[in-house]
């Protein structure tokens, strides 16, 4: 028998410690003399990141508890290990140090770089042929100026190694690629003010030695062009190299084939074969034969696996359509990867092509969500100005509880970060958590989100804080005259760039919302140009359209007075819950503190908190538990408010 209660006020089945509690999903899965292995972040142990095996039906932790498999390289770092021989090669968060370790449980990690005090880490890494180097972006602090980037290799035999530099020159590196032969290697590269998905160049050199070391040589710059961002780049077993590239050509990440100086488009989808690089090492797209690859399309629906022919410029659709799929490996005619399902967390399958069969195997993950869970509703929101915007609605789910007849569901709008990145259909605790509580969410790609194509990416470009705020409210007034939600009760919750679309909307738009929450959020633009880290020194230039000035951004009429929320932060009425990580060198703690101090000057009820030892984004156990558990309460608490006035 279900209770009768108003929404928002429901008491979930799902506890706040079993949203954080459970693994998180698998990353990085690949197999090694039959073994599967796999990266996994530990929540229970600071949020460090370890090296697991598949063992008996159980998984083994193979990273020693002083070790954390995770870099600093770009701040947001991603892939920072490779296989070579028998040994795992890693990056050393604690220390930016390179180590190797042999694949069995109680195995030592042995240090291969010099200790070096300014040495944020290695990224990208990747094994060469030799068996006794590899290749990496290397990050280096520099005193007194920005950090320096490079790609170099390191001699895995020594306990004191020195990076040799194969590249330098440019602001970043990404991505780099050695062909089968070990003859040439790939890379992309881009500088300030580019961001790597607004122009990136694709290079490919000449690997040789020269007696001394590893150097490159005859550097051709394959792609160069203004306004074209190129990724994924890999070389085929023929030497040629494929890459996704969106420009001149195509609106979208499509595949092309770069062959002795002819360049060949492989697909022409309305789909994403690439994505925007935040991290390293995304693998979308791998060869299954002499001329066939696989690869992952991405569109406003799910992540689908394409089979495309070279020879046909075919692409039939294998019979796998997923709300995510990442890290595609291929090893014997089986396809490895992580499927993000929309009822549970990731796990890592496989898919045997000649039988079209799609294997679990690994950890079995478990759903919060037994008794059914909230499905997500894609959905396109026309705006104000003729344009439109994507999202995904959750109504309200829990089988314990119905609402009076005459009751709507308060909203919670969801902003994801970058502002350039995306949210898909995939499963996530604290969406079926909010649901469970009788919220229904709004997930929205407002435009300058990824997945839908260059223009739509591009869109926001001069326009942050005004584009991306007008599709919020204007999603908000779609769904309030659609009937789905109460116009009285709408919130609004986002981290980093999220952040800052929940102040910027909160000033903008104080009428639409009840409340808000923001995770380390931007409320200054001025504060984050000055001291923010050097992957995007120069990323608000281009996204408020004006280049970063000391002088004349303090200007009245200066567009990081008019677009900084804390500058209007008098047209806020709504109450507000914010936190904040002290480690935090994306978005410092002195943005925050602006924040706060201004709410606390103009009377606007706030609650504030800080944790000593997190960075950007949130990874203990402990920190997301008690932020959550804030936030929920903080909500119930004005709901319940507004019901007694």
Same mark, same amino acid.
């Given at each position: 028998?279900s209770?009768?209660?108003?929404?928002?006020?429901?008491?979930?089945? +799902?506890?706040i410690e079993? =949203?954080?509690?459970?693994p998180?999903?698998?990353?990085?899965?690949?197999?090694?003399?039959g073994?599967?292995?796999?990266? *996994?972040?530990l929540?229970e142990e600071?949020?460090?990141?370890a090296?697991?095996?598949?063992?008996?039906?159980?998984?083994?932790?193979?990273?020693?508890?002083?070790?954390?498999?995770?870099?600093?390289?770009?701040e947001?770092?991603?892939?920072?290990?490779? %296989?070579?021989?028998?040994?795992?090669v890693?990056?050393?968060?604690?220390?930016?140090?390179? &180590?190797r370790? @042999?694949?069995?449980?109680?195995?030592?990690p042995?240090?291969?770089?010099?200790?070096?005090?300014?040495?944020?880490?290695?990224?990208?890494?990747?094994?060469?042929?030799?068996?006794?180097?590899?290749?990496?972006?290397?990050? *280096?602090? @520099?005193?007194?100026s920005?950090?320096?980037?490079?790609? @170099?290799?390191?001699? @895995?035999?020594?306990?004191?190694?020195?990076?040799s530099v194969l590249v330098?020159?440019?602001?970043?590196y990404?991505?780099?690629?050695?062909s089968?032969?070990g003859?040439?290697?790939a890379?992309i590269?881009w500088?300030?003010?580019?961001?790597p998905?607004?122009?990136?160049r694709?290079?490919?050199?000449? %690997?040789?030695?020269?007696?001394?070391?590893?150097?490159? !040589?005859?550097?051709?710059?394959?792609?160069?062009?203004?306004?074209?961002?190129v990724?994924?780049p890999? $070389?085929?077993?023929?030497?040629?190299?494929?890459?996704? &590239?969106?420009?001149?050509?195509?609106?979208?990440w499509?595949?092309?084939?770069?062959?002795?100086g002819?360049?060949t488009?492989?697909?022409?989808?309305?789909?994403?074969?690439? !994505?925007?690089?935040?991290?390293f090492?995304?693998?979308?797209?791998?060869?299954?034969?002499?001329?066939?690859?696989?690869?992952?399309a991405?569109?406003?629906?799910?992540?689908?696996?394409?089979?495309?022919?070279?020879?046909?410029?075919?692409?039939? +659709?294998?019979?796998?359509?997923?709300?995510?799929?990442c890290?595609?490996?291929y090893?014997?005619?089986k396809?490895?990867?992580?499927?993000?399902?929309?009822?549970r967390?990731?796990?890592?399958?496989e898919?045997?092509?000649?039988?079209?069969?799609?294997?679990?195997?690994?950890?079995?993950?478990?759903? %919060?969500?037994?008794?059914?869970?909230? #499905?997500?509703?894609?959905?396109?929101?026309?705006t104000?100005?003729?344009?439109?915007?994507?999202?995904?609605?959750?109504p309200?789910f829990?089988?314990?509880?119905?609402?009076?007849?005459?009751?709507?569901?308060?909203?919670?709008?969801? =902003?994801?970060?970058?502002?350039?990145?995306?949210?898909?259909?995939?499963?996530?605790?604290?969406?079926q &958590?909010f649901?469970t509580?009788?919220?229904?969410?709004?997930? +929205?790609n407002?435009?300058?989100?990824?997945?839908?194509?260059?223009?739509?990416? *591009?869109?926001?470009?001069?326009e942050?804080?005004?584009?991306?705020?007008?599709?919020?409210?204007?999603?908000?007034r779609?769904l =309030?005259?659609?009937?789905?939600?109460?116009?009285g009760?709408?919130?609004?919750?986002?981290g980093?760039?999220?952040?800052?679309?929940?102040?910027?909307?909160?000033?903008?738009?104080?009428?639409?919302?009840?409340?808000?929450?923001?995770?380390?959020?931007?409320?200054?633009?001025?504060?984050?140009?000055e001291?923010?880290?050097?992957?995007?020194?120069? &990323?608000?230039?281009?996204?408020?359209? !004006?280049?970063?000035?000391?002088e004349?951004?303090?200007?009245?009429?200066?567009?990081?007075?008019?677009r900084s929320?804390?500058?209007?932060?008098?047209?806020?009425?709504?109450?507000?819950?914010?936190?904040?990580?002290?480690?935090?060198?994306?978005?410092?703690?002195?943005?925050?503190?602006?924040?706060?101090?201004l709410l606390? #000057?103009?009377?606007?009820p706030?609650? $504030?908190?800080?944790?000593?030892?997190e960075?950007?984004?949130?990874?203990s %156990? !402990?920190?997301?538990?008690?932020?959550? #558990?804030?936030?929920?309460?903080?909500?119930?608490?004005?709901?319940?408010?507004?019901?007694s006035?």
């Amino acid at each position: 028998m279900s209770s009768i209660k108003r929404y928002g006020l429901w008491t979930s089945p +799902i506890s706040i410690e079993a =949203v954080f509690g459970q693994p998180a999903s698998p990353s990085y899965p690949f197999r090694h003399h039959g073994n599967l292995y796999w990266l *996994q972040i530990l929540p229970e142990e600071g949020g460090r990141t370890a090296v697991m095996k598949w063992v008996d039906e159980e998984a083994v932790c193979l990273t020693p508890p002083e070790f954390n498999i995770r870099t600093k390289v770009h701040e947001y770092g991603g892939k920072c290990f490779c %296989l070579l021989g028998d040994f795992l090669v890693f990056n050393n968060f604690i220390d930016g140090r390179l &180590y190797r370790q @042999v694949l069995e449980p109680n195995s030592a990690p042995v240090p291969i770089t010099a200790d070096n005090d300014s040495s944020c880490g290695y990224a990208d890494i990747v094994a060469m042929s030799c068996g006794r180097h590899v290749v990496a972006v290397f990050e *280096q602090a @520099v005193a007194g100026s920005q950090n320096s980037n490079q790609i @170099v290799t390191v001699n @895995v035999d020594s306990s004191q190694a020195i990076p040799s530099v194969l590249v330098s020159g440019c602001d970043f590196y990404a991505a780099p690629v050695i062909s089968k032969e070990g003859d040439r290697i790939a890379w992309i590269e881009w500088n300030h003010p580019n961001m790597p998905w607004d122009t990136t160049r694709l290079c490919q050199a000449e %690997l040789n030695h020269n007696g001394k070391g590893y150097i490159c !040589e005859k550097i051709e710059r394959i792609i160069n062009q203004e306004g074209a961002s190129v990724c994924q780049p890999g $070389y085929l077993h023929d030497g040629s190299l494929v890459y996704a &590239y969106d420009g001149s050509d195509s609106d979208w990440w499509n595949l092309y084939r770069y062959d002795d100086g002819s360049i060949t488009q492989i697909t022409d989808e309305s789909a994403e074969f690439g !994505e925007a690089h935040w991290v390293f090492g995304q693998t979308r797209w791998v060869q299954t034969g002499f001329d066939e690859l696989v690869a992952i399309a991405t569109d406003h629906y799910g992540d689908r696996l394409l089979g495309i022919d070279l020879n046909g410029n075919r692409a039939p +659709i294998l019979k796998l359509i997923e709300s995510g799929i990442c890290h595609l490996q291929y090893c014997k005619n089986k396809l490895l990867f992580v499927t993000m399902p929309e009822d549970r967390p990731g796990s890592i399958v496989e898919f045997e092509l000649s039988r079209e069969q799609l294997i679990n195997i690994g950890p079995k993950s478990s759903s %919060l969500v037994n008794n059914g869970h909230a #499905k997500p509703e894609p959905m396109e929101c026309p705006t104000a100005d003729g344009g439109r915007t994507f999202g995904y609605f959750y109504p309200p789910f829990n089988p314990g509880f119905v609402a009076p007849d005459d009751c709507l569901p308060p909203l919670v709008v969801t =902003v994801h970060g970058g502002p350039t990145s995306r949210t898909n259909r995939s499963f996530h605790p604290l969406r079926q &958590y909010f649901t469970t509580l009788g919220f229904a969410v709004f997930d +929205i790609n407002h435009r300058g989100s990824t997945g839908y194509g260059r223009s739509y990416r *591009q869109r926001l470009l001069g326009e942050w804080g005004e584009v991306d705020c007008m599709d919020i409210a204007d999603s908000i007034r779609y769904l =309030v005259n659609q009937g789905r939600v109460d116009p009285g009760a709408i919130f609004i919750r986002g981290g980093s760039a999220g952040g800052y679309a929940v102040l910027r909307a909160l000033t903008r738009f104080p009428e639409l919302f009840a409340g808000g929450a923001c995770y380390y959020g931007i409320g200054n633009l001025i504060t984050l140009s000055e001291i923010t880290h050097k992957f995007e020194a120069r &990323y608000t230039d281009r996204l408020v359209g !004006e280049a970063y000035d000391p002088e004349s951004a303090r200007m009245p009429a200066s567009r990081y007075i008019t677009r900084s929320p804390i500058f209007d932060i008098e047209q806020l009425k709504s109450p507000l819950i914010l936190f904040q990580g002290l480690l935090d060198k994306v978005v410092p703690p002195e943005v925050s503190r602006e924040v706060v101090s201004l709410l606390k #000057k103009n009377g606007v009820p706030h609650a $504030y908190t800080e944790y000593g030892q997190e960075g950007h984004g949130f990874r203990s %156990l !402990e920190t997301r538990i008690d932020s959550l #558990k804030k936030e929920t309460t903080f909500f119930k608490e004005i709901i319940e408010n507004s019901l007694s006035s």
